[in-house]
């Protein structure tokens, strides 16, 4: 009797761990459609063009400030063999390169907003995320499937990541930099 019992939990567990993880990354089919202005609109579809050029995957993206464009870019992987060349990143990179970490660091975090053609792939959620850009829109969005895929991927990861020895090592090295606070360092 124990045995169904558990069986049935067990099924529920799954069920629901399931049903998070396909829909998960959906949640913005709940809320209105954002606009932007046909201005960024065309931006937007010139970047993912020039993309196109080097035959990189025609995306383009721009980091708006208060509605004003402050950094764009597109695709440049193959273009520049750099595996981080993803239009987000460049726009994010392109925005701080123009006004300095410090300002970036320093801009209210409600009125940025970062605009891409294609929904971002979990390296680039990675660098919004830490960077602390709240607001994300995009024309196209990946597919419950593709998703999936990289849910698996992430919990493979998670399994099989290990810490090896030499912490105080990387905290001697953190207390060398110049901006280092005397507590544990923080990224941003």
């Given amino acids: 009797m124990k045995s169904k019992g558990l069986k049935k939990i067990v099924f529920i567990f799954l069920f629901v761990f399931f049903v998070i993880i396909v829909f998960q990354t959906r949640i913005f089919q709940l809320k209105?459609?954002?606009?932007?202005?046909?201005?960024?609109?065309?931006?937007?579809?010139?970047?993912?063009?020039?993309?196109?050029?080097?035959?990189?995957?025609?995306?383009?993206?721009?980091?708006?400030?208060?509605?004003?464009?402050?950094?764009?870019?597109?695709?440049?992987?193959?273009?520049?063999?750099?595996?981080?060349?993803?239009?987000?990143?460049?726009?994010?990179?392109?925005?701080?390169?123009?006004?300095?970490?410090e300002q970036f660091k320093a801009l209210d975090r409600d009125k940025l907003i970062l605009v891409s053609t294609f929904e971002p792939c979990?390296?680039?959620?990675?660098?919004?995320?830490?960077?602390?850009?709240?607001?994300?829109?995009?024309?196209?969005?990946?597919?419950?499937?593709?998703w999936n895929k990289k849910q698996l991927k992430f919990l493979r990861y998670e399994w099989y990541k290990r810490k090896i020895r030499g912490e105080q090592k990387q905290d001697s090295l953190f207390q060398l930099h110049p901006e280092y606070p005397g507590r544990k360092y923080e990224y941003f």
């Fill in 122 to 146: 979990e390296m680039c959620k990675g660098a919004i995320l830490h960077y602390d850009i709240r607001k994300t829109y995009f024309m196209k969005d990946k597919s419950p499937m593709h």
């Fill in 32 to 101: 209105p459609k954002a606009n932007i202005t046909k201005l960024q609109d065309k931006e937007l579809i010139e970047l993912a063009s020039k993309a196109l050029e080097s035959k990189d995957v025609p995306v383009g993206a721009i980091l708006l400030y208060s509605n004003s464009i402050i950094g764009s870019g597109y695709n440049t992987v193959r273009r520049d063999t750099n595996i981080s060349g993803h239009a987000e990143i460049n726009a994010i990179n392109d925005a701080v390169k123009k006004i300095g970490m």
